[in-house]
């Protein structure tokens, strides 16, 4: 019998909004998988750290450049490695920070994988609706409209967003946000929006008065809400 | 001291699907309530029926017709008895199923109760990441674009969507699905699509192919997902 590929959703940082689900597949699995960056952190782990210790470990190290072609060949040689373990009849648990197929780099490794091999993904919380939480911000009411993107669209396109729906979730902000901040206030939604970084983490952070932001970049984990105010 | 609001995410319809600290904060509550239609039925409470029977139960009826002034005179209400056990020292745990603050009736007794009461959130899985995990479906992919509407929008402003976004999320689908499937093939995203109901629940269902659906409306709690298909 061959393994199974688990997607593992393990939420945006806090340890504790992981679903029961993932929290049973994880501590049943052999082999846990996590991407980890040239300079050895991920994320995923940290996450998913206090449930960690008795399964073996797979760190997949994957270049974060701009340019994909270093990425797109570790997760062909993971994919492999992956396979490999699968054929021989062992589970392999891909933990993954937020949801995996919610800007997840789960996703590369399922393209390469799943057609041929058993899988099932398990979703998790996503950072925008931890960081409402967060910020006690309603996001979507009866049939508004939500749009998310990230920091790397166009002005134009993030612009169309603020103007339109009445949501927006700009995701992976920090290193933007100084080209976001006018965005915001041509759109006239900058009172409308708040800033989180590194949702459910130690080193969270919240700005719900975008005038007290320091200049300068912030970190790839963050993002802005913009949601409709009632009275 | 007061008492704490606590607005409960439960997941999308899989018990298991809740996070670790839903689940605690769940099973100290004192008081539970949750939003009941009319006719006896309560989803939230049905999703998270494994975790209660010690906690006292305060069941909110809400109509839930078109004409949305029966359902704030049911919110006044509630939020005035939730109100008075807050004042008078207990906890109250409102579960919500998803996510309390995307599309949640939670959002209406915190915009009642928030301001002058401690309240805290706790997020939820929401529908569409479950339907993503249940389709195996990419939701985004690296800097690409998600619009979520409801099925009552404008048919111009789902076809908008379709056309401008990768990826596309069409909640509580299925009373208007009918007129959905011909935007669909009009925007050239039919082939991209999924239709889900109930996702987690047992009476779940999967439509891969568009063309096997039955004529006819489908239940509310169902949703088409459009992203896009690589090779």
Chains 1, 2 share one sequence.
């Not at 790397?152 to 901040?181: F, N």
């Not at 320091?214 to 409709?228: D, E, K, N, Q």
């Amino acid at each position: 019998v061959k393994g199974i590929l688990y997607g593992i959703g393990v939420g945006p940082g806090d340890p504790e909004l992981i679903t029961l689900k993932a929290l049973r597949i994880l501590e049943r699995a052999a082999l846990v998988a996590y991407i980890v960056s040239p300079s050895g952190t991920s994320t995923a782990r940290r996450i998913a750290s206090p449930y960690l210790g008795r399964q073996q470990e797979l760190p997949i190290v994957v270049p974060m450049s701009r340019d994909r072609r270093g990425a797109l060949v570790a997760y062909d040689a993971a994919a492999r490695e992956i396979a490999a373990q699968l054929e021989a009849g062992r589970d392999v648990a891909v933990l993954c920070e937020g949801d995996p197929l919610f800007y997840g780099s789960f996703i590369y490794l399922y393209e390469r994988l799943g057609p041929q091999h058993g899988c099932e993904v398990v979703p998790g919380i996503t950072a925008f609706t931890a960081a409402a939480a967060r910020a006690r911000l309603p996001l979507t009411r009866q049939d508004e409209r939500l749009a998310v993107l990230t920091s790397r669209s166009t002005d134009e396109d993030i612009l169309a967003a603020l103007q339109s729906c009445d949501s927006v979730v700009i995701m992976k902000a920090g290193p933007a946000r100084e080209r976001i901040l006018p965005l915001l206030k041509r759109a006239d939604r900058y009172r409308d929006t708040v800033y989180l970084e590194r949702v459910g983490w130690d080193e969270e952070q919240v700005w719900e008065d975008l005038d007290a932001l320091p200049a300068g970049p912030g970190p790839y984990f963050s993002l802005f809400i913009t949601a409709r105010r009632r009275p």
